[in-house]
């Protein structure tokens, strides 16, 4: 596990991101590693099994299989994983299958910036979700981060394993519990699809006003492989900035990356994706949809072409609903090879308004045909996100429109 | 008085004056069909009607159902029984045809679940018009009429880009929508009929013309006459 040089690491600790505002992690106390276990998911106190279902995770450990962290240490994990499942936290994997090690900080580098530095650093915890080759999971696979302590720092280290000719959904729901706002989230996420193996991975953040936000996320992915990633955020938050790249280092291996924010006014978002085709004929689909409603939005989105016959698409669109805040597109192209096939899309402005005439000519209020078009614009193409999702969408659409 | 009734209408799009002081009215229960060469102004006369806010009405007065509505929002005149059938209306993405279908059916007074008649059940769950044909963009446009069962129809050049298998359907449907249909109990309504060609005329007949030339009412009479004279003669205008 000594990978790392310690002077790298320290060195590492002060070493600001490529992208985003510079966060000062000094600010921040240690998150609490000694946290209150929850036998069973449904005795969940409601307060937070309110705010879990707002992120998309259910308190129903029978259809489900559940992982809860709170602060730094992990509260809940469902007894019995089905068939071909094995969920834990990071740590006691590490310990139980030597194996493991192999994918430790493996595709992260902890020496990217000062997050995976910390992270890595701490020995964060995390959850471990390992699915054996040649199973596909019947039930959906969650897992949800609780932030639950102010002024503090969640440090988490995360490793996904999808077996060789695997496939597994899984929806991650992340959120400030208790009174924490002005607190740190910080999450690393290593994923690993095997050959022709897949995974769907659904993220869903619901943080408070002031909360900073730095997920870094890998995905290895093996010949044949599919990974489709949708990331949701629909209320407001101080301060996200994620930039997941997929290495697409098997033949044929494909992914897409769905991101759908809404940045309400002092909200700062800079997300996107980035996807490395190594291997020839893979693909990627990168589609960023999201609204400012008076906050700063920053769409990015890479592409890296490097093998024959790739072929990717990257949008990055943005409506500003209201005044007052910075939209950017970032689309960014990359060829290291002739046979590819790269192209983009990207635009930032209002709804026309046409479509909002054209609605209202079937009698439709201005307000109404507005969110109609925005809750289509948000959702549009988006599949896999849960049943209840839909509804917190309609509801966050509704309340910042009531707010103009 | 009359259902509808222009007084004197001024109209600018674009930055430019296109109507220019047009007058006109329409009765209950009459079809009238409008000619004029391209540019004339046709689709902003009936852009003005609706209130899209690409025309703006610098004087004059529109009166519909001796209500005047001349600055009302454009919802406020689809629930006061105007229907507009878009030329080319805009893509809509992320909202579903089968959506927009139930929303004005609940606003107007029209039916859901007649998407068989307008062979539209594969597009229900479509995002609107993205992708349609222009058989097909005309149908669902017609379909959602049927839904909202205005009391007064305005359609622009609803025979334009249709093929010959399609038109026959489309001029059934139009002939539906403005003269009932005994099958679902609907009555006759009003129309206002943008036409280049007239073929649409085959299917509906027309009580009145008007022919717009420069952004002025400068004929009205009887359809086929005036089509006639058109066809023979033209505009005298060419194309503006």
Redesign the interface.
Known sequence: MSKYDQKDIEKALDKKAAYGSDIDLGRYEEGDYEVEQIEKLEDTPDDLQKKMINVGVTSDDDNKDTILFIDNAMSHCSSKAQEGLIMMSTRQAVEQYPWVKDYYWNTMDPTKDKYTAKTYQEDSDGYFVYVKPGYHLKMPVQTCMMLSKNKSIQNLHNIIIVGDDASCDMVTGCTTVHHANDALHVGVSEMYIGKNASLSFTMIHSWSEQTAVRPRTNVVMDQGANYVNNYVVLDPVGNIQSFPSAYLNGEGAKCSFNTMCIAHENSNIDTGGCAYLNAPKTGAELVSRNISYGGRMVARGRLIGNAPGAKAHLECKSIILKDGGITEAIPELEASCADVEMTHEAAVGKI????I??????????D??VS??V???????ISGLPDNLQKEIDLAIDKANEGD | MSLLEIKDLHVEAGGREILKGVTMSLEEGETCVLFGPNGSGKSTLLSAI?G???TKVTSGSITFKGVDITYM???QR??LGI??M?QR???????KLG??VE??A???KGKTGREKEFNMQDFLNR?INVGFSGGEIKRSELM?LC??SPDFVMLDEPESGVDLENIGLIGKKVHELIYGSEADGSKSVSAFVITHTGQIMDYIGAHKAFVLIHGKIVRDGKPEEILEDIKNNGYGVGDE
Request: proline share 5%.
């Open positions: 026309a308004q046409e479509q005439e054209y609605l209202m000519t079937r009698g439709l209020t201005e109404e045909a109609m078009i809750r289509g614009f948000l959702v549009g193409g | 609706m899209y806010g690409q929002p454009i919802d689809a629930k229907g507009m878009m209306p805009p893509n809509v993405i992320g909202v959506t927009l929303v004005t609940k606003n107007g995002d959602q839904a909202q």
